[in-house]
Nanobody, 125 residues
Framework: QVQLVESGGGLVQAGGSLRLSCTAS????????MGWFRQAPGKEREFVAA????????YYTDAVKGRFTISRDSAKRTVFLQMNSLKPEDTAVYYC??????????????????WGPGTQVSVSS
């Protein structure tokens, strides 16, 4: 079992920045994808970004490319999502997820096994 806990959400004005953190309960994540997803009210959960734990490959949805950056600190068992130039449409609950199913699509919610409880991000106009 892996437990994930997100932190760093909050309320920010449009154009501002936030950094989300996701800390895992275990340290062995070789060959894992770590992903960030978000879900706005009345909408389906959608992919935001992913990183291969043991490598440097990163992936982003088009809506956040150039604004968001995913990274990890292996020693701290933590994945980060740096969010810059935030827009009101970025408002959502953000979830951290992990999976060893690296053969599965990294952008699909069904590919991920472990999920955090989520953290709210609200961007005012």
């Amino acid at each position: 079992q892996v437990q994930l806990v997100e932190s760093g959400g909050g309320l920010v004005q449009a154009g501002g920045s936030l950094r989300l953190s996701c800390t895992a309960s275990r340290s062995t994540f070789s060959n894992y994808y770590m992903g960030w997803f978000r879900q706005a009210p009345g909408k389906e959960r959608e992919f935001v970004a992913a990183i291969v734990w043991s490598g440097d490959n990163t992936y982003y949805t088009d809506a956040v490319k150039g604004r968001f950056t995913i990274s990890r600190d292996s020693a701290k068992r933590t994945v980060f999502l740096q969010m810059n130039s935030l827009k009101p449409e970025d408002t959502a609950v953000y979830y951290c997820a992990a999976t060893s199913r690296t053969w599965a699509p990294y952008s699909a919610t069904g590919s991920y096994v472990y999920w955090g409880p989520g953290t709210q991000v609200s961007v005012s106009s």
